[in-house]
């Protein structure tokens, strides 16, 4: 489990890690700093993917599974952290997901210039309906690296991810 990062700062490492930029740090006997020997060991993953939409029955475990294979996720729930304190009672869910969801995109594309980004969406309710919807209308059109993979359910998501991206 990640150690949550000092209110409010989150360090460039911090960031990385959630991305899963690997940053070997430096190397002992080299001379070099830590900051220009960091640099020079990132690694990214070679085709960054992140879970976007997920029936709330399902969202736990896919969100589990997501990051265990070294994907990330900007799919919550009324429960979560950014939805229950940062969104008012005027303010819709819809604004907080749609935040979330470009600030993976924009991380990712940061991280992963010039790669293609897989969004994940498992098809669940109404809601979920309208985050596909969004996804496709609106992030995908904006941002020509995403390839949107829907997903009939959990199971459809774990067999994606055991052939693209296995344990």
């Known amino acids: 489990m990640r150690a949550a990062p000092a209110a409010g700062v989150a360090s460039a490492a911090a960031g990385k890690a959630a991305l ?8 002992h006997g080299s001379g070099a700093s830590s900051a220009a020997a960091g640099l020079a060991a990132l690694s990214v993953s070679s085709s960054p993917f992140f879970l976007a939409s997920a029936p709330v029955s399902e969202l736990g475990r896919a969100k589990d599974l997501v990051t265990a294979r070294g994907g990330e996720y900007a799919a ?24 979330k969801i470009e600030m993976v995109i924009n991380l990712l594309k940061k991280y992963n210039p010039g790669k293609e980004i897989t969004v994940l969406a498992i098809a669940g309710g ?3 309906d309208w985050e596909r919807k969004e996804l496709r209308n609106t992030f995908c059109k904006n941002h020509p690296e995403l390839k949107l993979k829907q997903l009939g359910d959990f199971e459809d998501l774990e067999s994606w991810l055991d052939k693209n991206h296995p344990a």
């Open 126 to 128: 109404d809601a979920c």
């Open 20 to 27: 899963g930029v690997i940053d070997a740090g430096p190397r």
């Open 76 to 99: 919550g729930d009324a429960d979560d952290i950014f939805n229950s304190m940062t969104l008012h009672e005027q303010e819709s869910w819809k604004v907080g997901w749609k935040g």
